[in-house]
């Protein structure tokens, strides 16, 4: 703990606004307030942080007061200064917590509107009115957007095929004009071409092989088509295209654990529903033979209908777009495996099929003469771990920057509705700009769920060299691809080995990439250990069969 000065006393001071309280101060004038504060009672301040726009709900996801936390650890200073307690945080768990670390480390919380030092007590209450003042906020909001939809407006996002108009919070249908063509049209014919028999991944992939842009601006899927019964999404579930609407389907609680928002389902007694014949896109006849065409048991468990897993369940991508590869059929008992991408959306050029028995003799061929050299084992081991931990620190550390990306433009997108709702923008820039925002948000989130998923250390005793050896001999006598009891303690153990297998099909047959430590395995032949493997065609995988 530091000593006690006779000189005048150090502070560092917290700042944050947040467009959700329309009361808040700039972040100059909290500081101007500080200042002040400081003036009058000798205090010199020695560092600042601040946030801005960001929610003090929580103390997650708020990079200023992560510095600012960071910087108590070592510094040299007597007081944390904000201007009002409620700019720390607003809840009152975490201001336990700040006040917890603030004592421990002999740092007094001060508070300009409290006019002095603030006691624990007195934190954890304004914490806690703080809190209260958030619930009433919400539910005055909530109860704002009821009376909303009630008179027709819009509450929030704009469901596809519908466009913002210059009347505040307004809705219409796009139908287009001599330029383009509306997304209500889009609308229209997905349903035209279900209503034909054609099944959502074959309509995902004709409108992307058209160019026609997603409800994203991206690429189709037949999830965007078909959309979620619970949640009553899609374009083939969503009810505002008979010309209903529904509010308060999901409701958004935050992860104590994360600060993160996430969305839970309402039950249904919370829906309210409201007819708006002027935004029917179809007619209700049609929009309820749509819905017949559903299967009648979607709401069995997933586990009645799971098919068997596989060895390489999960670990199989596709070298050409990088997506999952799934079961396309079984032909004659043998499993074929096909881009998931290219079934979904057809957005990728990768049509093959491949015989996962032939996937996993070319995975595990020639494995069994590496696991007899105990030396080359211990260092390949030693090498995999150390460059697995390395590409694990860069993929975590990319992974926040994203993160934090993604909050910011997060924060952007519910700014602009709120300044639409006050009449401050008009629709028509709101809706390009927040199409934009989405954009970039899917952008990002792609980029995350490219990064590197790195599986655990490990850590082989060269007495479990032997029974790897005697799990690919059980394997490789049948290539066995499917894991049932006899097999599951071995199939279990080479997952462990295995990142993911990329299949990228080539002039002359198909390279199989193996990353993980089994690949490292695979290639030690070659005496060029690295965090993947390569198994080339002729090794066991036939050249794959163009079309099927």
Known sequence: MKERREMAKRAATYSRYSHED????????????????????????????????????SIFNRPGLTRLMQFLDSADIDILLVDHLDRLTRDDGDMAYIHKQLVFRNIELHSVAQNGKVDRNTASIMALVGRNQLESTAHAVRRGQELMIKEGRNTGGRAYGYRLTSVKSGLEIDNGDETRVGEADIVRRIYRLRLSGMTPRAIAGKLNMEGIPSPTGGLWNASTINGSKSRRNGILRNPIYQGTQE????????????????????????????????LAIIDADTFQRVQAMFPQNENDHPSKYRRSKTIFSGLLKC????????????????????????????????????????IAEAALGGLHDQLNKPELMKQLIKSYNNERNQLAGDAIEKAKILDR??????????????????????????????????????????????????????????????????????????????????????ATAIRRLIEKITITPTDTGTDVRIDGLLGLLASAANHTPNLGGLVVAGEGLEPPTRGL
């Open 22 to 57: 329309s009361a808040d101060q700039s972040i100059e004038g909290q500081e101007a307030s500080q200042d002040k504060y400081a003036g009058r009672a000798g205090i010199e301040i020695v560092n600042r942080f601040s946030d801005h726009a960001i929610s003090g709900a």
């Open 405 to 490: 990306k993604i909050e910011a433009l997060t924060v952007r997108e519910e700014k602009l509705w709120a300044d639409y709702d006050a009449d401050i923008i008009d629709g028509k820039i709101a809706n390009e700009r927040i199409l934009k925002i989405k954009a970039e948000i899917e952008a990002l989130n792609q980029q995350k769920s490219e990064l590197p998923s790195m599986p655990d250390a490990v850590a082989i005793h060269p007495s479990s060299v032997t029974r790897f050896r005697e799990y690919i001999e059980q394997l490789s006598k049948t290539y066995a691809v499917q894991i049932s009891e006899e097999n599951r303690e071995a």
């Open 247 to 278: 509010w308060n389907r999901v409701r958004m609680v935050r992860n104590p654990s994360t600060g993160k928002r996430v969305s839970r389902i309402n039950n249904s007694e919370e829906i309210a529903t409201f007819q708006s014949p002027e």
């Open 319 to 358: 070298g050409c777009c990088g997506g999952g590869m799934s079961m396309k059929d079984n032909n004659k008992g043998r499993i074929r495996m096909q881009c998931s991408v290219m079934k979904e959306s057809r957005s990728c050029k990768n049509t093959s099929a491949y015989y996962l028995d032939e």
